[in-house]
């Protein structure tokens, strides 16, 4: 329960106090009305003593009597209506709102911070996570104000107002002053009068009302006198005589109005009058000054509102929001959604706070000041007055009353406890049992004579509670407990249990506990059997605040619930609100519990009319719903915020409560959210149109993914037109992929270097055409003039109801600036269409309108918003702009997307706002330094802040006949048409791909092919020549000629040829392009990256344009070639030919299961390029057979290769490749043109080692920088190593519909090593290995040594001998035949040989095959041989008799001559070398 200002025992005190009441002669009023008060009022900031009354009880013992007060009234002759009553209770709790300015008082209860105060502390409250401690400090306070003060309001002005009952004697008059002045002409006789009128009042058939005490009331006979006006000494003299008649205990001589002067400016006197008129004289009936207010069905509404905002808003009656209804706060047809927004009400301005707030005016507060004429001195002597009274002639006059009615009560006991006696004796009568509240007769109808013994103890124990005796008080109201209930008069019996229950409370010394079940018991008899709520409701009040002094909140709670009722909605709401308080007051809070009963007393407020204190409420209950999950409780809060709001004029209130239903996920019905939308979209313009200020409301629907949102910066390119097939580029339907944005950041990056000779520029940008969340969008994007910026917006409707959306726009600031002037310069003027959306701005930026925009129920759609710029300049684009309204029903609409039509007009109730959305995107989140870690802190995103550049050309791309689907090495031609739609010419048309080896433009040579596509239709992409079948020819080739670098390296940045130069504005120009299949099957992406400038010189951001493409092939199997290379063993006797011979097996699969419709390849040539070698002849020539291979089929040509010569090798020559050509049917394809030598230099290199150098014969010694062991390694390698790549060309018959195509390709193969085989198809490398973590450097790995093999081929044999000898062997028996061995050295170093002739043949085989022999003189030489050196060892062969011998079986050893500790390598045995003998 709230907090209070008083505590207990002086609430109580204060409730219950003497009553006195005045009668004034008219001169008299007229003297106190100087002041602008009447008597009553006058004396009434005086009325509580301050000292000590004494008073002796029926025991004659002292009783004192502590801070006393009384109650000093005008008599008033009617009793107040209950209709009137109530209707001022109500403007008592409207009047009390929470107070401006001060400090709010928040409390933790677990997980909620309540603010249960409403700013009611004067210093801040500490944070405690202890409910108890929270409460203790507060308690403790001394700061502590009260938390609900209209309620103390109500509950001591409802004390007030309670008539007068003949069940109890409280509030009935012990006292009567008769006040005249000593002005009048026979003051005594006005005493008299006035005397006579107290009488015929009291005891008069007349006048029911007032009540009296007892007959005999005391008469205080006052005498006033004006001190500004009157005769001191005249008043004195008729003091005596009123003293002389009436006594001096009954007389005062009052002298007020002693201030003679005005007061001065700056002269103050105390007003204590002020805290006590704002309260309603009930007694006096006095109306308020403004006025009646209205009463509907005993609900009592402000004056501000009219009835029919009472019960909800202003609205068409199409909306149907009567269907909403408020009889009760959680039905389940209440508007309920606000999900779980965190800040739910925390957007709302404090209730009672703010210029909006129109806190009803002080009921009774004068305008003029009180007590103008009275002194200081006037004021002690009112107190003065008061005290003399009380001590004087009240407090003795109770006493000699209650000794009176105690002296009878004794005399009665005696002789009725004898009677009681007797009849029990007699008749036996033993103890009635008591009866229950329900057993008993409702005699709440039996009235008791005045002079009845049990009303007089009643009086008695009135008398006793009055002046605080509270022991001999319980005493005597459990007596007449007795008595009543004995008479079932259970009025009396309830008023009694009340008393005693509160009488035994405030004993001093607490001798017995509080019996709660007395107030049960009274309440229950007062509200059921004598349907008497308002002493129920006093008792309720009572007893709440005594048990919650007892720290009994719970039974405190449930007292005051069980007192709602439907007979008043305020006394309900109020209760309800402090039981809600006593459940947070617990030890252990029950914040949920707290928060349901705000509800209830925040509904029961506004069915009472007070819709401020009904707004409270919810706003202290949403504290605890917010968040939590309880959709619908938070909807019916925020549903009830905004109706009170908006009745309370507090629209922005009101806005930001229907806000919240609608931006989060409702569980409501369609048909609930409908009402909420209407309801919001009738608040909301009912702000608009009240709003002087011309800025746009911000709207809460539909949701916007700020996030998600996407930036386009280009125009609608055309569409493909038959054959031609445009450039994919970049658009919006494409999804974000951050590997393949990495790929062409690095093609861009490529181009730009070369372009800029080698460096990138430090201010270089990539390009991004487009920008959302996933790009990094640190820097300002650049954008062109007369270009459209098209920005994708995600919408999400969160309602289960459509909404339509007109004139949607997006809303933009724009600041023009010249292209050299820095941004954030200083600028003329920044333009926005804020004020006139509608307008298109057509100088500086036009802006594309979306008539009409309709989303479905819970649908996310896409809105493509679209400017274009018309001038330089920084943009910002800040939101989005349109109109916002309920879509008609189904049956209306006739299509659901975007530019719908609706029947007549689009909101057919015409209820829509005009508002905008903030465009808000969060940069991502910095983490690159230690600070930033350690704190959260953002970029920029800068995508809706682009800077507008000058005009830049606007390159299309279209592609004829390009195809989808290729061979392996297939060679098809296209055409590319470059098509310049901008207004500026452009140049350095470049393109750049990952793939180089997969297109070509040709070479710089002249066009050796059909220069239009409707040529090349029959025609082959090769240059041919007739000529005869297996024919060879070799052309000297640049690689520069074809864009390839010295080193062979591939050309990735091609540099296009445009006629003049440039490409001048709406030109266009077809260029040749040969494409050419993969070498692997699958599906290829290929990525095209067109690089172009502008070919005017201007001042701009943007450096260069960039244009993307991605060709998608489908590559099927051709061939697969595999190619091997050997030594030739002859040795010709030029000695320029010598080491020159080779021969070469290439082997051609068809791999190819007849996919694309493939029947059969033929192949038409085979090529060589190499530097150093080419080929010669092919010596299987295939004459007689056709070279063609059907699936599966293989084939195999052995080829002669031979170096190039000297000749050839000149200093023109250098750097050059060879291509030789060997044509195996009619026609030679010359493989040096375009566009065979274009994809032989754009070939993958096999991923081989790097070479060594090529060495001379004379340079042997190591490079610098290498050692000796290196270099000799390096030189063994070189004897075994080939420079040599082979062309296969192609044809393939392909059937396709019905039609035969024939279908050209090539295919490479490099020969690295002799001997070791190599194919067109390499073999997928491996995946590499983890490689483990190493802290300790690795060992430098040890010098690579030549292997056996690279060993075993330094020295080359060769032997020459005539093939058949005629020898007589009859005549001679030994037959002796020379023979000369040739030995050539292939490596450049030097090379120690070992010749062992005393090798046989051992096989038996062998010796059968060819027979056995031996070799005559010296069997075994050691010669030296200087690199690349032709030695004759001139042998001579013995044979005995004919027959064929094989001469190969010397055996050579060689080592290189500066290794000296190596052991000899067998080197490779020549090939069998037969010999004839014939016998003569």
Same mark, same amino acid.
């Given at each position: 329960?709230?907090?209070?200002?008083?505590?207990?025992?002086?609430?109580?005190?204060?409730?219950?106090?003497?009553?006195?009441?005045?009668?004034?002669?008219?001169?008299?009023?007229?003297?106190?009305?100087?002041?602008?008060?009447?008597?009553?009022?006058?004396?009434?900031?005086?009325?509580?003593?301050?000292?000590?009354?004494?008073?002796?009880?029926?025991?004659?013992?002292?009783?004192?009597?502590?801070?006393?007060?009384?109650? @000093?009234?005008?008599?008033?002759?009617?009793?107040?209506?209950?209709?009137?009553?109530?209707?001022?209770?109500?403007?008592?709790?409207?009047?009390?709102?929470?107070?401006?300015?001060?400090?709010?008082?928040?409390?933790?209860?677990?997980?909620?911070?309540?603010?249960?105060?409403?700013?009611?502390?004067?210093?801040?409250?500490?944070?405690?996570?202890?409910?108890?401690?929270?409460?203790?400090?507060?308690?403790?306070?001394?700061?502590?104000?009260?938390?609900?003060?209209? =309620?103390?309001?109500?509950?001591?002005?409802?004390?007030?107002?309670?008539?007068?009952?003949?069940?109890?004697?409280?509030?009935?008059?012990?006292?009567?002053?008769?006040?005249?002045?000593?002005?009048?002409?026979?003051?005594?006789?006005?005493?008299?009068?006035?005397?006579?009128?107290?009488?015929?009042?009291?005891?008069?058939?007349?006048?029911?009302?007032?009540?009296?005490?007892?007959?005999?009331?005391?008469?205080?006979?006052?005498?006033?006198? !004006?001190?500004?006006?009157?005769? #001191?000494?005249?008043?004195?003299?008729?003091?005596?005589?009123?003293?002389?008649?009436?006594?001096?205990?009954?007389?005062?001589?009052?002298?007020?109005?002693?201030?003679?002067?005005?007061?001065?400016?700056?002269?103050?006197?105390?007003?204590?009058?002020?805290?006590?008129?704002?309260?309603?004289?009930?007694?006096?009936?006095?109306?308020?000054?403004?006025?009646?207010?209205?009463?509907?069905?005993?609900?009592?509404?402000?004056?501000?509102?009219?009835?029919?905002?009472?019960?909800?808003?202003?609205?068409?009656?199409?909306?149907? /929001?009567?269907?909403?209804?408020?009889?009760?706060?959680?039905?389940?047809?209440?508007?309920?959604?606000?999900?779980?927004?965190?800040?739910?009400?925390?957007?709302?301005?404090?209730?009672?706070?703010?210029?909006?707030?129109?806190?009803?005016?002080?009921?009774?507060?004068?305008?003029?000041?009180?007590?103008?004429?009275?002194?200081?001195?006037?004021?002690?002597?009112?107190?003065? =007055?008061?005290?003399?009274?009380?001590?004087?002639?009240?407090?003795?006059?109770?006493?000699?009353?209650?000794?009176?009615?105690?002296?009878?009560?004794?005399?009665?006991?005696?002789?009725?406890?004898?009677?009681?006696?007797?009849?029990?004796?007699?008749?036996?009568?033993?103890?009635?049992?008591?009866?229950?509240?329900?057993?008993?007769?409702?005699?709440?109808?039996?009235?008791?004579?005045?002079?009845?013994?049990?009303?007089?103890?009643?009086?008695?124990?009135?008398?006793?509670?009055? %002046?605080?005796?509270?022991?001999?008080?319980?005493?005597?109201?459990?007596?007449?407990?007795?008595?009543?209930?004995?008479?079932?008069?259970?009025?009396?019996?309830?008023?009694?249990?009340?008393?005693?229950? @509160?009488?035994?409370?405030?004993?001093?010394?607490?001798?017995?506990?509080?019996?709660?079940?007395?107030? !049960?018991?009274?309440?229950?008899?007062?509200?059921?059997?004598?349907?008497?709520?308002?002493?129920?409701?006093?008792?309720?009040?009572?007893?709440?605040?005594?048990?919650?002094?007892?720290?009994?909140?719970? !039974?405190?709670?449930?007292?005051?619930?069980?007192?709602?009722?439907?007979?008043?909605?305020?006394?309900?709401?109020?209760?309800?609100?402090?039981?809600?308080?006593?459940?947070?007051?617990?030890?252990?809070?029950?914040?949920?519990?707290?928060?349901?009963?705000?509800?209830?007393?925040?509904?029961?407020?506004?069915?009472?009319?007070?819709?401020?204190?009904?707004?409270?409420?919810?706003?202290?209950?949403?504290?605890?719903?917010?968040?939590?999950?309880?959709?619908?409780?938070?909807?019916?809060?925020?549903?009830?915020?905004?109706?009170?709001?908006?009745?309370?004029?507090?629209?922005?209130?009101?806005?930001?409560?229907?806000?919240?239903?609608?931006?989060? !996920?409702?569980?409501?019905?369609?048909?609930?959210?409908?009402?909420?939308?209407?309801?919001?979209?009738?608040?909301?313009?009912?702000?608009?149109?009240?709003?002087?200020?011309?800025?746009?409301?911000?709207?809460?629907?539909?949701?916007?993914?700020?996030?998600?949102?996407?930036?386009?910066?280009?125009?609608?390119?055309?569409?493909?037109?038959?054959?031609?097939?445009?450039?994919?580029?970049?658009?919006?339907?494409?999804?974000?992929?951050?590997?393949?944005?990495?790929?062409?950041?690095?093609?861009?990056?490529?181009?730009?270097?070369?372009?800029?000779?080698? %460096?990138?520029?430090?201010?270089?940008?990539?390009?991004?055409?487009?920008?959302?969340?996933?790009?990094?969008?640190?820097?300002?994007?650049?954008?062109?003039?007369?270009?459209?910026?098209?920005?994708?917006?995600?919408?999400?409707?969160?309602?289960? /109801?459509?909404?339509?959306?007109?004139?949607?726009?997006?809303?933009?600031?724009?600041?023009?600036?010249?292209?050299?002037?820095?941004?954030?310069?200083?600028?003329?003027?920044?333009?926005?269409?804020?004020? #006139?959306?509608?307008?298109?701005?057509?100088?500086?930026?036009?802006?594309?309108?979306?008539?009409?925009?309709?989303?479905?129920?819970?649908?996310?759609?896409?809105?493509?918003?679209?400017?274009?710029?018309?001038?330089?300049?920084?943009?910002?684009?800040?939101? @989005?702009?349109?109109?916002?309204?309920?879509?008609?029903?189904?049956?209306?609409?006739?299509?659901?997307?975007?530019?719908?039509?609706?029947?007549?007009?689009?909101?057919?109730?015409?209820?829509?706002?005009?508002?905008?959305?903030?465009?808000?995107?969060?940069?991502?989140?910095?983490?690159?330094?230690?600070?930033?870690?350690?704190?959260?802190?953002?970029?920029?995103?800068?995508?809706?802040?682009?800077?507008?550049?000058?005009?830049?050309?606007?390159?299309?791309?279209?592609?004829?006949?390009?195809?989808?689907?290729?061979?392996?090495?297939?060679?098809?031609?296209?055409?590319? #048409?470059?098509?310049?739609?901008?207004?500026?010419?452009?140049?350095? $048309?470049?393109?750049?791909?990952?793939?180089?080896?997969? =297109?070509?433009?040709?070479?710089?040579?002249?066009?050796?092919?059909?220069?239009?596509?409707?040529?090349?239709?029959?025609?082959?992409?090769?240059?041919?020549?007739?000529?005869?079948?297996?024919?060879?020819?070799?052309?000297?080739?640049?690689?520069?000629?074809?864009?390839?670098?010295?080193?062979?390296?591939?050309?990735?940045?091609?540099?296009?040829? $445009?006629?003049?130069?440039?490409?001048?504005?709406?030109?266009?120009?077809?260029?040749?392009?040969? $494409?050419?299949?993969?070498?692997?099957?699958?599906?290829?992406?290929?990525?095209?990256? =067109?690089?172009?400038?502008?070919?005017?010189?201007? @001042?701009?951001?943007?450096?260069?344009?960039?244009?993307?493409?991605?060709?998608?092939?489908?590559?099927?199997?051709?061939?697969?070639?595999?190619?091997?290379?050997?030594?030739?063993?002859?040795?010709?006797?030029?000695?320029?030919?010598?080491?020159?011979?080779?021969?070469?097996?290439?082997?051609?699969?068809?791999?190819?299961?007849?996919?694309?419709?493939?029947?059969?390849?033929?192949?038409?040539?085979?090529?060589?390029?190499?530097?150093?070698?080419?080929?010669?002849?092919?010596?299987?020539?295939?004459?007689?057979?056709?070279?063609?291979?059907?699936?599966?089929?293989?084939?195999?040509?052995?080829?002669?290769?031979?170096?190039?010569?000297?000749?050839?090798?000149?200093?023109?020559?250098?750097?050059?490749?060879?291509?030789?050509?060997?044509?195996?049917?009619?026609?030679?394809?010359?493989?040096?043109?375009?566009?065979?030598?274009?994809?032989?230099?754009?070939?993958?290199?096999?991923?081989?080692?790097?070479?060594?150098?090529?060495?001379?014969?004379?340079?042997?010694?190591?490079?610098?920088?290498?050692?000796?062991?290196?270099?000799?390694?390096? %030189?063994?390698?070189?004897?075994s190593e080939v420079d040599l790549n082979i062309i296969v060309l192609w044809k393939a018959y392909v059937v396709e519909d019905n039609k035969q195509l024939i279908l050209e390709g090539q295919l490479h193969v490099a020969l690295q090593t002799i001997g070791r085989e190599a194919c067109s198809l390499t073999q997928k490398e491996e995946a590499e290995e983890m490689v483990l973590l190493k802290f300790k450097p690795d060992v430098p790995p040890p010098l690579a040594k030549p292997s056996v093999e690279q060993l075993s081929q330094l020295i080359k044999t060769n032997l020459h001998y005539p093939e058949s000898y005629d020898h007589p062997f009859p005549q001679k028996s030994l037959c002796m035949v020379p023979v000369t061995l040739m030995l050539s050295n292939c490596s450049l170093a030097e090379v120690d040989v070992i010749i062992d002739l005393r090798h046989k043949a051992t096989s038996p085989e062998t010796l059968e095959v060819h027979g056995s022999?031996?070799?005559?003189?010296?069997?075994?030489?050691?010669?030296?041989?200087?690199?690349?050196?032709?030695?004759?060892?001139?042998?001579?062969?013995?044979?005995?008799?004919?027959?064929?011998?094989?001469?190969?079986?010397?055996?050579?050893?060689?080592?290189?001559?500066?290794?000296?500790?190596?052991?000899?390598?067998?080197?490779?045995?020549?090939?069998?070398?037969?010999?004839?003998?014939?016998?003569?």
């Open positions: 329960m709230a907090q209070c200002l008083q505590s207990v025992q002086e609430f109580i005190q204060d409730s219950f106090v003497p009553m006195v009441a005045v009668l004034c002669s008219e001169y008299a009023e007229k003297v106190t009305r100087k002041n602008n008060l009447n008597f009553s009022e006058l004396v009434r900031p005086f009325c509580r003593l301050t000292s000590e009354g004494h008073m002796r009880d029926p025991n004659n013992q002292i009783h004192v009597v502590k801070n006393l007060k009384i109650s @000093v009234s005008n008599v008033v002759t009617e009793p107040p209506h209950h209709a009137t009553t109530r209707r001022l209770l109500n403007e008592v709790v409207l009047a009390s709102q929470p107070a401006e300015g001060l400090v709010t008082n928040v409390i933790t209860a677990g997980d909620y911070d309540l603010n249960i105060s409403d700013g009611s502390l004067k210093a801040s409250v500490p944070w405690y996570y202890s409910w108890k401690d929270t409460l203790m400090e507060l308690s403790k306070s001394k700061f502590y104000t009260a938390t609900t003060p209209w =309620f103390e309001a109500y509950r001591e002005n409802f004390l007030q107002s309670m008539p007068a009952s003949d069940h109890e004697f409280l509030n009935h008059y012990l006292a009567c002053m008769l006040v005249v002045t000593s002005h009048e002409a026979s003051p005594v006789d006005q005493f008299f009068k006035l005397s006579q009128d107290q009488h015929r009042i009291q005891h008069g058939s007349e006048h029911a009302y007032p009540k009296w005490f007892i007959p005999n009331t005391l008469k205080y006979y006052v005498l006033l006198h !004006d001190v500004s006006e009157g005769d #001191e000494q005249r008043a004195e003299s008729i003091y005596e005589d009123i003293k002389q008649k009436y006594g001096t205990q009954a007389c005062y001589l009052l002298k007020i109005n002693s201030r003679t002067s005005t007061l001065g400016p700056d002269e103050q006197i105390p007003d204590p009058w002020s805290q006590y008129l704002h309260r309603n004289n009930f007694q006096n009936q006095e109306l308020p000054e403004e006025g009646p207010a209205v009463v509907m069905n005993n609900v009592i509404v402000e004056n501000s509102m009219n009835a029919s905002e009472t019960d909800g808003l202003h609205l068409p009656a199409k909306d149907d /929001v009567g269907s909403i209804s408020s009889d009760h706060p959680l039905q389940s047809d209440d508007p309920s959604n606000a999900a779980t927004h965190l800040d739910g009400i925390d957007d709302i301005k404090p209730v009672g706070t703010g210029p909006e707030v129109d806190v009803r005016k002080q009921p009774c507060a004068a305008s003029a000041t009180h007590g103008a004429c009275l002194t200081l001195g006037d004021h002690d002597r009112i107190r003065l =007055f008061i005290q003399e009274f009380t001590f004087r002639g009240l407090l003795p006059h109770i006493e000699k009353n209650i000794r009176q009615l105690n002296d009878q009560r004794m005399s009665r006991k005696g002789i009725s406890s004898s009677l009681i006696s007797a009849t029990k004796k007699w008749f036996g009568g033993g103890k009635v049992p008591e009866k229950s509240i329900n057993e008993l007769k409702n005699t709440s109808g039996l009235l008791y004579p005045p002079e009845a013994p049990e009303l007089q103890i009643r009086k008695m124990a009135d008398l006793c509670f009055l %002046v605080q005796h509270y022991d001999l008080a319980y005493s005597y109201y459990h007596a007449a407990k007795k008595d009543f209930l004995s008479d079932q008069a259970m009025l009396y019996a309830a008023g009694a249990l009340e008393m005693a229950a @509160v009488s035994a409370f405030l004993q001093p010394g607490a001798p017995r506990p509080y019996p709660a079940h007395y107030m !049960d018991t009274a309440i229950q008899t007062y509200r059921d059997v004598c349907k008497n709520m308002v002493m129920a409701e006093r008792c309720a009040l009572l007893s709440a605040e005594i048990l919650k002094s007892q720290a009994k909140y719970s !039974d405190a709670a449930t007292l005051l619930i069980k007192l709602t009722s439907e007979d008043s909605d305020l006394r309900s709401a109020l209760l309800l609100e402090q039981a809600a308080h006593c459940f947070i007051n617990m030890r252990s809070p029950m914040v949920r519990k707290f928060a349901f009963h705000m509800i209830l007393a925040g509904h029961r407020f506004s069915k009472a009319g007070q819709k401020r204190h009904a707004l409270r409420c919810y706003c202290q209950a949403m504290q605890v719903y917010k968040g939590k999950g309880w959709s619908l409780a938070e909807d019916h809060i925020n549903f009830t915020i905004g109706r009170q709001s908006f009745t309370l004029h507090q629209p922005e209130n009101a806005v930001a409560a229907f806000r919240h239903i609608l931006i989060n !996920d409702s569980k409501q019905a369609a048909s609930q959210q409908g009402a909420f939308l209407r309801e919001y979209l009738y608040v909301y313009k009912n702000v608009s149109q009240a709003s002087t200020e011309g800025a746009l409301p911000q709207l809460p629907l539909p949701c916007i993914h700020s996030f998600a949102t996407r930036v386009f910066f280009g125009h609608d390119r055309r569409l493909a037109e038959g054959e031609k097939q445009a450039a994919s580029h970049v658009s919006l339907d494409q999804e974000y992929d951050r590997e393949l944005s990495q790929q062409w950041r690095e093609l861009e990056e490529q181009v730009v270097a070369i372009v800029n000779r080698g %460096v990138l520029p430090a201010a270089f940008q990539p390009t991004q055409y487009c920008l959302s969340n996933q790009t990094d969008n640190m820097r300002f994007p650049l954008a062109v003039v007369e270009e459209p910026i098209i920005v994708e917006v995600v919408f999400r409707n969160p309602l289960k /109801v459509p909404l339509i959306l007109t004139g949607l726009s997006l809303l933009w600031k724009f600041s023009p600036k010249d292209p050299g002037q820095q941004r954030g310069g200083e600028t003329d003027e920044v333009v926005s269409n804020e004020r #006139e959306v509608q307008a298109s701005q057509g100088g500086l930026i036009t802006t594309e309108v979306i008539s009409e925009f309709y989303m479905s129920p819970e649908e996310k759609k896409v809105a493509r918003l679209k400017l274009l710029p018309h001038q330089t300049g920084e943009l910002h684009i800040r939101g @989005v702009v349109y109109n916002l309204g309920a879509a008609p029903p189904p049956g209306d609409v006739l299509n659901s997307t975007v530019g719908t039509r609706v029947e007549g007009s689009v909101f057919s109730d015409g209820l829509f706002v005009r508002g905008h959305q903030d465009l808000e995107i969060q940069g991502p989140r910095l983490n690159s330094t230690k600070e930033e870690k350690t704190s959260v802190r953002h970029g920029p995103d800068r995508r809706l802040d682009p800077i507008i550049t000058p005009p830049m050309p606007l390159l299309e791309v279209f592609f004829i006949n390009f195809p989808t689907g290729l061979l392996c090495g297939e060679i098809r031609k296209a055409y590319v #048409e470059f098509v310049n739609v901008s207004k500026v010419a452009l140049k350095g $048309l470049r393109v750049v791909s990952k793939h180089p080896e997969f =297109f070509t433009f040709g070479s710089h040579a002249a066009a050796l092919t059909p220069l239009s596509p409707g040529a090349s239709e029959n025609c082959s992409a090769y240059k041919t020549v007739a000529t005869g079948r297996a024919s060879a020819s070799s052309t000297l080739v640049a690689p520069a000629d074809f864009g390839t670098g010295a080193d062979g390296s591939r050309p990735g940045v091609v540099e296009i040829p $445009l006629p003049d130069s440039a490409l001048q504005p709406g030109a266009s120009v077809q260029l040749p392009m040969w $494409l050419r299949g993969p070498d692997h099957e699958g599906v290829h992406e290929i990525n095209f990256l =067109f690089y172009y400038e502008s070919a005017e010189k201007k @001042v701009s951001k943007m450096s260069h344009r960039v244009l993307r493409h991605t060709a998608i092939i489908c590559a099927s199997r051709s061939l697969s070639v595999r190619a091997t290379a050997c030594r030739s063993n002859t040795l010709p006797e030029n000695s320029e030919d010598r080491n020159s011979g080779m021969l070469v097996f290439v082997d051609v699969e068809n791999i190819n299961t007849n996919e694309a419709g493939v029947r059969e390849f033929h192949i038409v040539q085979v090529s060589s390029s190499s530097q150093h070698w080419k080929l010669h002849s092919c010596i299987n020539s295939v004459e007689d057979k056709d070279s063609k291979l059907t699936s599966r089929e293989r084939g195999k040509l052995c080829f002669r290769a031979t170096k190039c010569r000297n000749a050839e090798a000149t200093s023109v020559a250098v750097g050059k490749y060879t291509f030789a050509d060997i044509n195996l049917g009619n026609e030679q394809i010359i493989s040096a043109t375009t566009p065979c030598a274009d994809f032989f230099f754009r070939r993958r290199h096999p991923p081989e080692s790097k070479k060594p150098p090529m060495l001379g014969s004379a340079g042997f010694a190591p490079p610098a920088g290498h050692s000796a062991a290196e270099h000799l390694s390096n %030189v063994v390698c070189r004897c022999f031996t070799w005559l003189g010296q069997t075994q030489y050691k010669l030296p041989l200087r690199a690349q050196e032709v030695r004759k060892l001139r042998l001579t062969a013995c044979f005995i008799h004919a027959g064929v011998y094989n001469l190969g079986t010397p055996r050579v050893f060689a080592k290189l001559a500066e290794q000296g500790s190596m052991c000899e390598a067998s080197q490779q045995s020549a090939t069998p070398a037969l010999i004839i003998i014939n016998g003569v």
